[in-house]
């Protein structure tokens, strides 16, 4: 027998929760989530789960900005005392040697600035004073947000989903999405591995999936599965990655290299540079070949001398669903009337999945969003229209 639903989300990872719970919230009435395996166990799982608001395009600094609010007070805004962000606030450091990056950070840094956001710019001594592991004799300009740091996006998402199902919405695990149902055109529901289930709204936040939405409306999605690879390297007693130390982005390496604690003595690294494009969507584990280490651990140790002799404690890989311009695609797709998407995150959606929860059912319940959706729509990648790309590059801090 069809069961009919108000609202239903595909995809139960950090965005999709985040999504239910908001339109759990804004009253959207009987909201269904459906996920192909279980809450937050695709690419959500695989984040580095580092929060901040730098960014060097403008519109993402907004939405990081609001999102981290949400992060910093994470239980009252559930009303849930239980749930969990796994939220370390260590701060964030980022810094560009002379050369063609600079200019870039020093425009990044004032649009942080314009918007109110608390930021600092360090010397080097201040800079080491932060983080006396690294070294920052090189740098030209260095910027510090204290407000900053990094969290558990599996956590996250399944608090916002225990908080969306305390409020009604029902989520199911398990259950692949075959084929959107259609109407004259206009969005009737969804047919799955399970049955049919019916409405005439529907939000897809399927992530590496996304490439769905083409092949069941037509509509060009210019999404793809990228592959990128971690490391968590072990050093001395006296090189220990501590939580109290910021997570810190360095303009100046080869593959722009992101470092955090791990497990409060490990460093997390990783580059943020494109990584593999997957034929496919696939996210599990690839190999991650002896080159590619080798090739980032002598980044790391230019950068943390104390890390010369490092190991590698443990590895894994993550993918990305990237976009043309390395910025999302959020909104409704005007030519199939009551569906919704959010996809092409880029290595961004955890750092922006309260806002970008929030935006999207606001969307989709057609109440205003806080924060303009145009700069976001797939019309910017039709004749004429304004990428979001980054000041960085392709790859790095959009």
Sequence with gaps: MEQHYDAIVIGAGVIGSSVAYHLARFGAGR???????????????????????????????????????????????????????????????IAAPEGPRLEPLRSALAGQQAKGIPLQYLSPQEAAERLPIARFDDAALIGWEPEAGFADAYLVATSFARAARRLGAKIIEGVEVEQLLLDNGKVAGVQTSQGRYTSNLVISTQNIWARDIERWTGIPTPVAAERHSVLALEAGPDAHYSFQMPVYKDLGSQGML????????????????????????????????????VEVAEQVAARFPRYDSAGVASSWTGVYDVTPDWN????????????VVGYGFSGHGFKLSPGIGRVLAQEALGQATDVPLTPYSLERFRAGGRLLTGKYGLGAVS
Excluded at 67 to 79: A, K, P, T, V
Excluded at 328 to 339: A, T
């Design 258 to 293: 992101y470092f955090r604690s791990y497990g409060g003595k490990q460093m997390l690294v990783s580059e943020g540079i494109v990584g593999e494009t997957l034929p496919e969507p696939d996210n599990e584990q690839g190999d991650i070949p002896l080159d590619y280490i």
């Design 328 to 339: 999302p695609v959020l909104g409704r797709l005007g030519d199939v009337p009551g569906l």
């Design 31 to 93: 909201v269904l989530v459906l996920d192909r395996t279980q809450i937050g166990a695709g690419t959500t799982s695989q984040s580095s789960g580092i929060l901040r608001t730098h960014y060097s395009v403008i519109e993402n600094v907004e939405l990081a900005r609001r999102s981290w609010h949400i992060f910093e007070d994470f239980d009252n805004y559930l009303g849930d005392e239980e749930a969990a962000s796994g939220l370390v606030k260590c701060g964030y450091l």
